[in-house]
Structures are given as C-alpha cells and as structure tokens.
C-alpha cells in the first residue's frame, strides 16, 4: 500500500495493514496485524504533540492573516478561528500520532523481533533474586 493512503486511512506505520485507531480516541497498544508496540518507550507521544501545533500553525496562521488583511471585524474573526480550532481537534489528534509514527518509522526503521517483549524471556520470579538463600 502506499505510503500516503496508508497514512490516510491510519495503517501501521511497519506493516501497512493494521488499524492504529480502533475508535475515534483509542489507539491500538500494538498492530493487530504484525504486532509491533506503537509506544516505544514512556513519553513517545510528545513529538506527536508538536506536529499538532504544527498542523495547527498550516492552517491557522494563513487563515489568520487573510481574515486580518480582508479587514474583518474581530467579532467575527475569533469566533472563526474557534470554530476551526473545535473541528480540527480530533484529526489533529489522530494525524499527529500518525505521522509521528511514519517519521519515526522512517528515521529507526523496527525490526520483526521487537514485536517480542525480552520480559517474555526471563522467567525471574523474586525468589530467584533473593541471593541469601
């Protein structure tokens, strides 16, 4: 599939076949296609929270400095850009994550072997660290 429809309709960044999204909020912990973890590690999503601002800034600053030189009346200018604000809060919020996770896919590719957790390999209960028995 390619890489832009793939992004379009929220595909894995690694497979290409696996939903993200399993509602409108509620991300996937993992593809349900090929099992890779979206979350690398604690704090991941951050990024995704900065190509929100950016998305926001694409649409928001060009719309802004039309309606400014148009000379539109403020009544009316802020309840616009609020209007936009509230109707892209959620595609924000989905195509931020999204792309966050092609760009980093793109930047450090995964390898099949990270679907599995090294947790699954160590069999350490706390009476094996107990080291005075």
Request: glycine share 6%.
């Amino acid at each position: 599939m390619n890489g832009l429809v793939a992004i379009l309709r929220r595909r894995c960044s690694h497979c290409r076949e696996g939903n993200i999204f399993q509602g409108l909020w509620r991300m996937n912990e993992t593809c349900p296609a090929c099992g890779i973890r979206f979350e690398r590690e604690q704090g991941y999503w951050m990024v995704s929270v900065f190509l929100g601002y950016v998305l926001y800034g694409v649409v928001l600053i060009p719309l802004t400095l039309a309606l400014y030189f148009k000379q539109v009346p403020a009544s009316i200018s802020f309840p616009v850009v609020g209007i936009i604000v509230a109707v892209m809060a959620l595609p924000v919020f989905i195509y931020a994550r999204v792309i966050w996770l092609y760009l980093d896919e793109l930047l450090d590719p995964r390898e099949d072997i990270e679907t599995v957790i090294p947790q699954d390999f160590l069999d350490v209960g706390s009476d094996s660290l107990d080291s005075n028995k």
